[in-house]
């Protein structure tokens, strides 16, 4: 497994999450990493991404809420989510930034209000 997502869960309205992907690939550091969400019936989406020099950079609808970080010691990309709201619900997924892997079974986070 290339990818493994991992950190999911339900929580209330305005509670918080941290997701954690472990990336099993060479050259980690040198790549820009991204977080990606799909929702019931719609399509996959861009949370958040960081490169390689740990620039973030967030969709509008997350800005201010998420934060995301790396461990290039590690090999992972961490989101760290609060003030979740139900239309957070999904299943989130990470991925280089040019998509080059596998995307995994992804981390469920469900959101209730």
């Known amino acids: 497994v290339q990818l493994q997502a991992s950190g999911g869960g339900l929580v209330q309205a305005g509670g918080s999450l941290r997701l954690s992907c472990v990336a099993s690939v060479r050259f980690f550091d040198l790549k820009a990493w991204t977080w990606y969400r799909q929702a019931p019936g719609k399509q996959r989406e861009l949370v958040a991404s960081i490169s390689g020099s740990g620039i973030a950079n967030y969709a509008s609808l997350v800005q201010g809420r998420f934060i995301i970080s790396r461990d290039n010691s590690k090999n992972t990309v961490d989101l760290q989510m609060s003030s979740l709201k139900p239309e957070d619900t999904a299943v989130y997924y990470c991925?280089?930034?040019?998509?080059?892997?596998?995307w995994g079974q992804g981390t469920q986070v469900t959101v209730s209000s």
């Open positions: 991925n280089s930034k040019g998509l080059s892997y596998d």
